[in-house]
């Protein structure tokens, strides 16, 4: 896809107008409920950073190694939508049985007002739209992310293949496609209106093969709740009345050395995910995307697009475009600090500016109708 078709009509003088509405990022405060599991690193070695402190980072390649021996495992830092099927994404999985881990589910139960209380006589339903911008080097391949929409059975994902792998000569692009084509059959497979998105990845997982790497994100609206599991620094945010309600943490071993699923024994398992659920209200935003969204954009200036499409009339589609266009603006900007520059420079980097990558974005609209 290419990115000359998106416009930026979301530029520096809406979003800064908006972003003052909800304050600094800086001061943004999970909802109370949210607790974060312990993360023993026992699936995973410790990672070495392959930049010394105080090192100018090279824009172009940005790795880690593991520790450890280094033939059977791949570099493991960061450096498609297709068919008309009822979740479009590549390919398909067949079935396979697995045994199923336990996962620790995290709840969110915000305040909710009088007039917000209308579950129990509405339906919600989201209305999704996806814009995936590949880095400019990478569009002939693809580039590494993937994506799917599940329209039937209300549910998302994203993942992004860990660029690393290239310099051994392996495109991560296509595990992370066989992992989310594998995860869109697998949600088929799942009981209506009852997808539990760590069984999912737990199944696609299993029985993707291709080699490579891969962050992953799987989003499902069940039983008026968004029921969510993510490993990774691919992620998602809610915006709720104009601002950002919630956002999902980063898992890294350390920087720039992302949670990641492999093929094989090499990489952390779906249990390393972070499962979430969270009570909806109409009118909520879902924006989910890969790291080359949120290293480019902070909440606030993704909240502030999502406003603006609001107020203009936008669909998700349409949103979804002028946030990943944005992301791209940000990414090639050497002079503004972005959320990646910021980490860099907490990790002892002199580094400033975007981080150009693969960008991809769903925008999930939160509806309701009557039920009769």
């Known amino acids: 896809m290419a990115t000359s078709g998106f416009r930026a009509a979301a530029g520096d003088i809406v979003v800064d107008n908006l972003i003052s509405s909800c304050g600094s990022i800086l001061n943004f405060v999970k909802p109370i409920g949210i607790y974060f599991n312990d993360r023993s690193l026992r699936n995973c070695q410790k990672a070495r950073i392959g930049l010394k402190n105080q090192e100018t980072i090279n824009r172009r390649s940005i790795y880690a190694t593991r520790s450890g021996n280094s033939n059977s495992l791949g570099p493991w830092s960061k450096s498609l939508h297709t068919s008309s099927s009822p979740c479009y994404s590549n390919g398909a999985a067949p079935d396979v049985s697995f045994d199923g881990l336990a996962f620790a589910e995290q709840v969110v139960n915000p305040p909710v007002s009088a007039d917000q209380n209308i579950q129990g006589d509405r339906t919600l339903k989201l209305q999704s739209g996806s814009c995936y911008l590949p880095h400019p080097e990478k569009e002939k391949t693809g580039g590494e992310d993937a994506h799917f929409i599940c329209e039937v059975e209300q549910a998302i994902g994203v993942a992004d293949g860990v660029g690393g792998w290239a310099e051994v000569g392996v495109d991560a692009g296509k595990y992370a496609r066989e992992l989310m084509s594998h995860s869109a059959s697998a949600i088929l497979d799942e009981s209506k209106g009852s997808i539990d998105p760590a069984r999912v990845l737990e199944k696609a997982h299993s029985i993707t093969?291709?080699?490579?790497?891969?962050?992953?994100?799987?989003?499902?609206?069940?039983?008026?709740?968004?029921?969510?599991?993510?490993?990774?620094?691919?992620?998602f945010i809610i915006v709720r009345e104009g601002c950002t309600f919630f956002q999902s943490p980063v898992q890294?071993?350390?920087?720039?050395?992302?949670y990641q699923l492999a093929s094989g024994n090499g990489g952390d398992l779906p249990s390393s995910g972070q499962v979430f659920k969270i009570p909806l209200v109409p009118g909520d935003v879902i924006v989910a995307g890969t790291d080359g969204l949120f290293d480019n954009l902070y909440n606030n200036e993704i909240s502030a697009v999502v406003v603006h499409g609001i107020g203009t009339g936008l669909g998700p589609k349409a949103t979804a475009q002028e946030i990943a266009s944005l992301a791209r603006q940000r990414a090639m900007d050497r002079n503004r600090q972005t959320p990646f520059s910021a980490a860099a420079q907490?990790?002892?980097?002199r580094y400033y500016g975007g981080k150009l990558d693969d960008i991809t974005v769903v925008v999930s609209h939160v509806t309701s109708s009557t039920n009769t």
């Open 209 to 235: 093969k291709a080699k490579g790497s891969s962050t992953a994100c799987i989003i499902a609206l069940t039983n008026q709740s968004l029921h969510i599991i993510n490993i990774g620094d691919s992620g």
């Open 346 to 349: 907490d990790a002892g980097f």
């Open 252 to 258: 890294q071993h350390s920087f720039n050395f992302t």
